[in-house]
């Protein structure tokens, strides 16, 4: 009986190996890295273990049978054989599925911070129109105002008129009676005077004027 159960061992471990060595292949890893055959035998080779355990809990008496029919011996070879072949499809299942439940939270909480930098840059000029700012701030309201040309001041108080914060470029060249070119370099010259800020919503490129620019346009 003794030798019996060392025989059922050594048939165990080589099925679980050449199982573990059989998913090596079938999964198409002979050119990954010199010990990526290591896993899926150690797997095999677990698997392999399990079968009596399995066939215990299942009632059935293979393994004190193989002990006077060889033929059930080879049954017995043959189920830890396919044991070790199927283990690949239970980690391969749960490792993909974890791997694609994380890619999927990944996608949410990229598309989640893209949108809340959206809503952020869209509410920045509401909250900045309603908030009073200090009276010392005020004193610098005019410094680069000079320098503001007939378009600048024009394109500015374009920006400020209006039922719409947010203003598309078609709707301030249409309302300034500016080309597109001249228009484009007028916000570019007002935004980096911190007169106008730009935003990107889901409609697309929008611009607004800032607070900065209420206060010079009233101190007109």
């Known amino acids: 009986m003794d030798n019996h159960f060392f025989v059922l061992a050594v048939v165990m471990l080589i099925a679980g190996a050449f199982g573990g060595v059989v998913n090596y292949y079938l999964l198409g890893r002979q050119e990954d890295k010199p010990n990526a055959w290591v896993r899926p035998v150690v797997l095999g080779i677990g698997a392999s273990f399990l079968v009596p355990v399995v066939l215990d809990v299942l ?3 293979l393994v004190l049978e193989s002990a006077e029919d060889p033929s059930k011996l080879l049954i017995f070879t043959s189920i830890c054989l396919i044991a070790a072949i199927l283990s690949r499809y239970l980690t391969g299942s749960m490792g993909d ?4 439940e994380a890619q999927r939270a990944t996608d949410k909480t990229e598309a989640l911070m893209v949108e809340l930098r959206n809503l952020q840059d869209e509410i920045a000029p509401l909250i900045e129109t309603e908030t009073e700012a200090d009276s010392i701030a005020s004193v610098d309201d005019n410094t680069g105002v000079a320098e503001l040309d007939v378009t600048s001041s024009k394109v500015l108080k374009t920006l400020a008129s209006g039922r719409f914060i947010f203003r598309s470029l078609s709707g301030l060249c249409r309302d300034s009676s500016t080309d597109e070119a001249t228009l484009r370099q007028t916000l570019s010259v007002l935004t980096n005077k911190g007169l106008a800020g730009r935003s990107r919503g889901p409609k697309g490129e929008r611009w607004y004027v800032t607070e900065r ?7 007109q």
């Open 59 to 61: 009632a059935i008496k």
């Open 97 to 100: 599925k974890v791997a694609e």
């Open 213 to 219: 620019g209420r206060r010079v346009l009233e101190s």
